[in-house]
């Protein structure tokens, strides 16, 4: 039976839960389904509401009062009132005009603000990793608008102002309260700021919202329910301050960092039940993706945190270990004293091909590796795009001939037909897809598995982790990189064309502006679902297979970390990725190049129904030539290069 202790923290997080999705729906039912126009005027009631608790809060002792101890620190808490207040309007005007799910996935931008104003604030940096978690948490963002059904540009760009002036409330906080004796909770913060919120919002509801008080009397007396509406709605605007302090004191901060991440993902799918506002599966997979950026960005910011303290830990032991090492040399060789002393090894993942490169450099080295590979294999990738878009054609009762016929005959057609540039077509936005897309998933590899596994694990990694660790990478990065890899497939997908007909694009430049000029912004991630699905797979074949691979023949006699064990290695890591990946990889090409499929099972069902089981398998041969070679070849470039780089620091 569980102890009055963890009920009453059961009863805090759902009071936190109810409190934050309440307000929230309920602001979304008064401004949008309800017709209450004035969300300046709402404001103003939730601030004033939040005052009047706020003093019987301090005049009850419930919470310890802490006074403001000079004019500056009072001036300080002016300036984020009127930073706050701002950032609240702005958020309850935006609920007017576009849906809730949309607005949780805008504010969840807000660790990009925050990053980007403590940067240029205070000049606050975080470590790469941290920062290349934020490309998944922007890109999310900009898929789900383009895939948002009641997309509304004012309402966007509103809410976007809103989060952006959250974020830089947070970091003006965190300045002008630093000091200890000027930091202030939660609530003695509110106890000062929303008297002064209202000082500053009631003047602005007057000028812009007009007679707003007597047309809600009015209102009133023709439906007493608004007046309810309106202190239920600013009572919970208060509870939600109210539960924050009491969640971080019954757990603490990252207990409510977690919550605050599933809380969203809970609004969206409560609000889209009560209000039934349209979605689509790109705005949903949007949503997720920044939620996913939004977690990575905790976790590394929080381990990020951690090496502080472990260093000091082991310079100490380092030091200790200087110390007993030239006590004991005293007296003998002193020539052994001039040597440097090798200090301790940190915690490492036995047979693991951990890197110790930054971030930033294992990012370079991999787009380096993933674009060289690309330049040698994509008349390969090519031949494998023409044969899996390849139909078959029926005139009547005849079943055409296929005009591409393996891999060397693919090759040669196109060849024939187009000269030998058009094997290289698309080059250019594979080489832009390989930076992003190659750079993230590698380069996110090892701080992603040792986030899985614990920064304190020692030992092999077991397969499992490795497999999650590199599909949590491919499906980040393609989602990031997925308008590289349909102009890639647009461009490679166009065969010569008769006399006098125009191509579509002119080059990759011309095709990304002309995709978002004819067809939208959310065009450039059409294909993104079976695209993660692929991605994540292949990556995850690849990767996991590759690292599992290694680590198998470096156990084995007469193998050593050599070009032989990558070259097996990165054989074994395109094998896996085609047997396991193909389907999806035909599906994510069809759906790319051509736009009559619905959605991915559509073009399942169309495929296997055409086409039969084998096409999904089509091209399979280019295919493995394509994954086999690139894969050989990128990390067999990769390892060298990440040793240059070695070389280079050590020098």
């Excluded at 005049?59 to 009127?82: A, E, K, Y």
């Excluded at 450099?361 to 674009?371: E, N, R």
Aim: net charge positive.
């Amino acid at each position: 039976m569980m102890n009055s202790v963890a009920w009453s923290t059961i009863g805090v997080v759902t009071g936190w839960y109810g409190s934050n999705i309440g307000v929230l729906l309920l602001n979304k039912y008064l401004l949008s389904n309800y017709g209450f126009r004035f969300p300046v005027f709402l404001t103003t009631c939730h601030m004033l509401v939040c005052s009047l608790f706020s003093y019987v809060i301090a005049v009850t002792d419930m919470v310890p009062l802490q006074s403001v101890r000079s004019r500056s620190q009072f001036c300080r808490i002016v300036g984020l009132s009127v930073v706050f207040s701002f950032s609240v309007v702005c958020g309850n005007v935006s609920l007017r005009y576009i849906p809730v799910s949309f607005n949780q996935a805008i504010g969840a931008t807000t660790p990009f603000f925050t990053a980007v104003f403590a940067y240029a604030v205070s000049s606050k940096r975080e470590a790469w990793v941290t920062y290349a978690t934020l490309l998944p948490v922007v890109a999310g963002v900009i898929i789900a608008s383009g895939g948002e059904p009641s997309f509304h540009l004012f309402g966007f760009l509103i809410c976007v102002s809103s989060t952006a002036a959250r974020a830089f409330k947070s970091v003006l906080q965190d300045i002008l309260l630093s000091s200890e004796g000027e930091k202030l909770n939660s609530m003695n913060l509110l106890l000062y700021m929303a008297p002064i919120a209202v000082l500053v919002l009631l003047p602005a509801t007057l000028l812009m919202e007009g007679n707003v008080i007597q047309i809600t009397i009015d209102l009133a007396r023709k439906d007493i329910r608004i007046f309810w509406y309106l202190l239920l709605s600013s009572s919970l605007a208060y509870f939600v301050n109210l539960t924050n302090f009491l969640v971080t004191k019954h757990t603490s901060a990252l207990t409510l960092q977690v919550l605050g991440n599933a809380k969203g993902a809970v609004a969206v799918v409560v609000s889209i039940l009560i209000f039934k506002n349209p979605i689509s599966m790109i705005g949903m997979l949007g949503y997720a993706l920044t939620v996913i950026g939004v977690v990575l960005y905790s976790e590394t910011k929080k381990r990020s945190q951690i090496p502080n303290s472990n260093n000091t830990h082991l310079q100490t032991q380092q030091q200790s270990f200087s110390l007993s090492r030239r006590d004991q040399l005293k007296g003998k060789d002193s020539n052994l004293l001039t040597q440097p002393l090798v200090p301790f090894p940190a915690n490492t993942m036995v047979a693991d091909s951990k890197s110790d490169l930054s971030f930033g450099k294992t990012f370079a080295s991999s787009a380096f590796s993933a674009c060289f590979a690309e330049v040698c294999t994509i008349p390969l990738d090519t031949a494998k795009v023409r044969l899996q878009l390849q139909k078959q054609a029926v005139v009547g009762d005849v079943v055409s001939l296929p005009k591409y016929k393996g891999l060397l005959g693919t090759v040669g057609t196109i060849a024939r037909e187009e000269g030998l540039s058009a094997l290289w077509k698309g080059i250019v936005p594979g080489l832009h897809r390989q930076c992003v897309y190659g750079g993230l998933r590698i380069g996110l590899y090892e701080p992603v598995k040792s986030l899985y596994v614990g920064k304190e694990y020692v030992g092999d990694v077991p397969l499992s982790k490795k497999i999650l660790a590199a599909f949590t990478t491919g499906a980040v990065a393609i989602a990031v990189a997925n308008p590289t890899d349909l102009v890639k497939v647009r461009l490679q997908a166009e065969g010569k064309l008769p006399p006098g007909v125009p191509r579509r694009y002119s080059g990759s430049l011309n095709a990304y502006s002309t995709i978002v000029r004819q067809e939208g912004i959310g065009a450039l991630w059409t294909g993104l679902g079976p695209n993660i699905a692929r991605n994540g797979i292949i990556n995850a074949a690849e990767l996991a297979s590759y690292d599992q691979v290694k680590q198998t023949i470096l156990k084995l006699p007469g193998f050593t970390d050599n070009v032989v064990t990558h070259l097996l290695a990165g054989l074994g890591a395109g094998f896996f990725a085609v047997c396991i990946g193909s389907p999806v990889d035909v599906v994510k090409s069809r759906m790319m190049g051509d736009s009559s499929y619905k959605n991915t099972l559509d073009c399942f069902v169309k495929t296997l129904k055409n086409d039969g089981l084998l096409a999904f398998y089509k091209g399979f041969l280019p295919n493995f030539g394509r994954l086999g070679s690139w894969n050989v070849i990128m990390f067999l470039t990769l390892e060298q290069t990440k040793k240059f780089v070695k070389s280079l620091e050590s020098s």
